[in-house]
């Protein structure tokens, strides 16, 4: 005789729970030389041999551009609340100024009538990786020029969309584009420069403050804030060189983009580690720390995997990891990343813009793709957001990186991300069995 399974109490949402998933334009749309798009750092990285796996780019990606109703009914047959997409700034200024690409404009307002219409709410990005290239030739995020022409960009998009997006996020993980793109290199503009690295981030910082301003200007109603990956360390040992390692090591993961933001300073840790003679150092002008502080409406959290850090200040891995090999799951870190943010810089609101993992999906014979690994991943980690939630986070909105299969930058279209599977060849688009569970989620306000 089998015993029956144990009931537990559902975990219920507040009402109106956002409940949502994330695209970025340069990973979606495809029709990379339509309607007036200039090229961006992404065209030209993506197009150069040996920088992306299989030499994949996103010329077509999932074809966004020209099949947004199809995916419009997608969303709106999961049922979701809150759709968060990119706007590519090629789209709106060919070469990152002078006058907007009314084209451009015209696509996004058709994409933002078309949420509206199914009663999901827009949640745009300014900015998700995808820079002018023009601009990068005139020296890109090293350039505090480009911080303003950021600026006039994100002007533009509110003058011309304002009304109908309630919430603006300016600068998608800054911290990725210093550290894979200027770091590492793996990412567009593929550069290894340390002391460049950090002054992009200011540069980074300073376009978010200014575009703040820049909203606030137009006295429109939108919400606007900046979207951070936040990755919780822990040390790896009981030693106090871990501890220690591990508390200058959160300084460049979160701290570096938080304090600014929140507290107006850059974390002292930090700015010591670098020296005195640091491009970073030397490129805060009087004034920026106000602009970069300009009070927000909220903060955007994505959220994918903690670091593990030793007592020499190297990492290592303690769970299991997902097809992306930088990933551990680890839903608890859910939980640490979103009460510490309330603890540590008050209780701005919070939506979790990103959270998800590549999982090997593949068309069945019957027509599914069955992903019980995404729903294993996405149960337990929304779990840890309800239980911050239960702590007093004032979390309103989740989610799922990413609504569709697509371009997963220099990993190409190895990684499936999605919800919705993909199958390049056709582009028909094919609801993963995660789409199905998340749709009985949204439509109980419960897990
Ligand atoms: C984030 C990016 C997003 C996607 C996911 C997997 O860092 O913002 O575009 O690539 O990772």
Redesign the pocket.
Known sequence: MSMPTPQRPPLRFPPGFGWGAAT?AY?IEGAAKEDGRGESVWDTFSRTPGRTRNGDTGDVATDHYHRYNEDLDLMRDLGLRSYRFSIAWPRIQADGTGAPNQRGLDFYRRLIDGLHERGIAPMATLF?WDLPQALQDAGGWESRDTAHRFADYADIVFRALGDRVPVWLTI??PK?VVQNGYLSGHHAPGRQDPDAAYLVAHHLHLAHGLAVRALRATGGPGRIGPAF?LHPCYPADDSPEAAAATRLYDGYENRLYLDPVFTGHYPQDVLADLGPDSRLARGIADGDLEVISSPVDLLAV?Y?TPIYVTAGGGTVGRWPTSQAPWQQIYPEGMYDVLTRVTRDYGPVPITVT?NGLPTPDTLGADGSVDDPGRIAFLRDHLAAAHRALTAGVPLESFHA?SLLDNF??DEGYDQR?GLVYVDYATQRRIPKTSAHWYRRVIADNAL
């Open positions: 970025s990973q998700h998608n993980e990725t990956n994505q994918y990103e990186w997963e930058w991300w």
